[in-house]
């Protein structure tokens, strides 16, 4: 899809369709009023009528509105003016898609920028409205047979900026939203592939063509061998039941100063998830696939940042395996030493995450990192903690996390604070060894997190769960490209 950001006179503008906004009770928006007086009072005439009063939700496609260039005009409602929250303009993004989707108009422009929001500039709502659009144009059909039949006609968005004085910033807006909307995609399309072709060497693949499609991104694979000679025999107590060989990813990006210290993204790379020898209950196992979407999020966030081609360094680092029972498989009780030299005695083959991740974030100290940021489908009790709005973030360092909860915030790509306090370490206790990679029933989140910490004292660090947040169950099953969102504006939020 391609977007335009200009100021536009709307009855003066050639479209397929305006999107224009009406509040409570009948008011028509400044852009509105503009086309009433063009159109002789033919909008002022439809909102007597009563079949729109601008109520949150309602919609109303009008077409031969005499008077201006346009082919139709939508007007959408968004309810009492004071009552305008960003939850609300998001909404509303969300239901002009889903109309625009139904219609056969090939362009459109949108005016939604007349929506007044407290705190929200008219690039915010110029970056939302296209990351929206984007987000609802997605479709995953390579893989059905039939799928010409179905393509979402809309092509081309323009969007109206109000002041003229504004609109470097919201072309630049324009851009880091079509950049974080491609991160994005990507990221869906590696989640929703299934585990057959999606992968350790399938990743790694991506990740090759990703470098050589950016000239400031380098990428390194590791594979089973290498692992070895570092030592890493948590990672590879994990891959031991597969038959696809393990991969450690890691993409450089290289936008910054040579001797400026990179924030480090290390991604969960699960290709698929059955448990191993701790076996999983099969309902819904399938969705398991999506246990690489940590990684998933890395990469499209590399690829976001060198879309944008951002001055700062960040490396991505993806530990990447099956999870498979097998007669070389990991059993309850086996006890690894990883690559830090702390022994693990692993009493749940299915809490393999964490296994892969030590690994990964020991290894993360070799690029002398500005901060650490883990992202992880890690465990089933974030779900039960939070449900499927935040992501959970945990972390050493209380800025960090701040600035996490900060740019979740601004992109709405939500992550909500757990505690990660001294006391839970407890319940990693081990007879055998240096730990245990389970710590029983209670805050499963929490004790997952406590692990990791054990391997992550030297640099500032953070974990994000998105067991709820990175993909969606049921009719619309399919993977969100969460938190693709709240990476990019962390990154650019440090800029
Ligand atoms: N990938 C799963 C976590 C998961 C489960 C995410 C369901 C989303 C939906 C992870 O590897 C796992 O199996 N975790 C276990 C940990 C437990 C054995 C301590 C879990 O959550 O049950
Ligand atoms: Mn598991
Ligand atoms: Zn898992």
């Given amino acids: 899809m391609e977007f335009n950001v200009k100021t536009t006179t709307p009855e003066k503008q050639r479209s397929a369709c305006l999107i224009i906004t009406v509040s409570q009770k009948r008011k028509l928006s400044r852009s509105g009023e503009l086309l009433d007086s063009a159109s002789g009072g033919f909008l002022s005439k439809i909102l007597r009528s009563g079949d729109i009063d601008g109520r949150l939700g309602q919609s109303l496609m009008l077409h031969n509105v005499p008077g201006i260039q346009a082919d139709r005009v939508l007007l959408v409602g968004c309810g009492k003016a004071r009552e305008m929250n960003d939850r609300t303009f998001i909404k509303i993004l969300n239901s002009v898609s889903t109309e625009l989707n139904d219609t056969a108009a090939i362009d459109a422009c949108s005016y939604l920028t007349d929506i007044s929001l407290k705190e929200r500039d008219t690039s915010w709502k110029v970056l939302h409205n296209v990351l929206l659009m984007w987000h609802s144009h997605y479709q995953f059909d390579r893989l059905k047979s039939d799928r010409p039949n179905h393509k979402k006609s809309l092509r081309k968005l323009t969007l109206n900026v109000p002041d003229r004085r504004d609109l470097a910033k919201a072309r630049q807006a324009a851009e880091q939203g079509m950049a974080i909307g491609k991160g994005m995609d990507l990221a869906r399309d590696l989640g929703n592939l299934p585990a057959n072709i999606c992968t350790p060497a399938y990743l790694a693949k991506q990740a090759r063509q990703l470098a050589k499609a950016h000239k400031k991104l380098r990428v390194d694979v590791l594979d089973e061998a290498d692992m070895r000679e570092l030592k890493m025999g948590s990672l590879l107590s994990v891959s031991a039941g597969s038959r696809e060989p393990a991969k450690l990813i890691t993409l450089q990006y290289n936008g910054g100063k040579a001797k400026q210290k990179p924030i480090v993204l290390v991604g969960k790379g699960v290709t698929f998830d059955t448990g191993g020898i701790s076996l999983k209950p099969g309902a819904a196992m399938d969705e398991m696939k999506f246990d690489m979407c940590g990684a998933a999020s890395v990469i499209g966030t590399l690829n976001a940042v060198a879309t944008m081609q951002l001055p700062i360094n960040v490396v991505g680092i993806i530990p990447t395996t099956e999870n498979m029972p097998d007669?070389?498989?990991?059993?309850?009780?086996?006890?690894?030493?990883?690559?830090?030299?702390?022994?693990?005695?692993?009493?749940?083959?299915?809490?393999?995450?964490?296994?892969?991740?030590?690994?990964?974030?020991?290894?993360?100290?070799?690029?002398?990192?500005?901060?650490?940021?883990?992202?992880?489908?890690?465990?089933?009790?974030?779900?039960?903690?939070?449900?499927?709005?935040?992501?959970?973030?945990?972390?050493?360092?209380?800025?960090?996390?701040?600035?996490?909860?900060?740019?979740?915030?601004?992109?709405?790509?939500?992550?909500?604070?757990?505690?990660?306090?001294?006391?839970?370490?407890d319940q990693l206790k081990s007879n055998f060894a240096d730990m245990a990679n389970i710590g029983g029933r209670d805050a499963g989140t929490i004790t997952a997190a406590c692990f990791l910490s054990r391997f992550t004292k030297k640099y500032k660090w953070a974990h994000l769960d998105i067991a709820g947040t990175a993909w969606k169950s049921g009719e619309d099953k399919g993977s969100t490209g969460r938190p693709v969102p709240l990476l990019t504006q962390y990154i650019l939020n440090q800029l």
């Fill in 327 to 425: 007669g070389l498989a990991t059993k309850p009780g086996d006890i690894v030493t990883s690559m830090s030299g702390q022994t693990i005695e692993i009493l749940n083959t299915d809490a393999e995450g964490r296994l892969i991740l030590c690994d990964a974030l020991t290894y993360a100290e070799k690029y002398n990192p500005r901060c650490v940021i883990d992202i992880a489908t890690l465990t089933g009790a974030c779900i039960v903690a939070l449900g499927k709005i935040p992501s959970a973030v945990l972390g050493n360092h209380q800025p960090l996390i701040d600035d996490l909860i900060r740019s979740g915030n601004q992109i709405e790509d939500k992550v909500w604070e757990l505690p990660l306090w001294e006391e839970y370490q």
